[in-house]
């Protein structure tokens, strides 16, 4: 197996176009990271422009003659949380594997897909980039929200004041 070397930090903004039919053929191996804000359609939905993705593609074979992509990606986004409007960390954590096919005719019928594999028109010059890009965007939530309360419901819970929400909801009722 040949691999390329891991990548500094400060090679951030370097760009990857790998052949992914040979790439998987040659068993070759990306590792990298890449700053979010340096992701167009990324940038658009983070809160400050601040995070970090640190990624991997590996080529190889699933079964005996289907080739395959493994993509891995983890890292941190500055988003917005939904119900307070303020920044959230977001944890990403994605792996994905991608079965290599000549064109969308050879896309299996839903009914036979795999949930594990995920299908991928080989691309003479796939930016790797683009596909981190779009696999982080498909695993954000449509709503962010802290997991454990925004900091005004933790503090107006940890004092003892009403939730606003609440005090709204019983005039409501009267």
Known sequence: ??????????TLSKRHFIDSLEFAKQSLEIHDKIRASNLPG??????????ELEFSVVG??????KPMLRLEVKGSLGMQCQRCLDEMDYAVDIARTFALVADESALPDEEFED?????????????????????????LPL???HENGCAEEVASAVVGKPNPFQVLEGLKKK
Not at 44 to 49: K, Q, R, T
Not at 115 to 139: F, H, I, N, R, T
């Open 115 to 139: 949930d594990e594999v995920d299908y991928l028109v080989a691309d003479p010059k796939l930016d790797v980039e683009a596909l981190v890009e779009e696999e982080v965007l498909l695993s």
């Open 60 to 65: 190889g074979r699933l079964g005996r003659d």
């Open 42 to 51: 990324l940038k658009e939905v983070l809160f400050s422009g601040r995070g």
């Open 1 to 10: 197996m040949r691999a390329f070397p891991r990548n500094s930090a400060s």
């Open 143 to 145: 709503a962010l929200r």
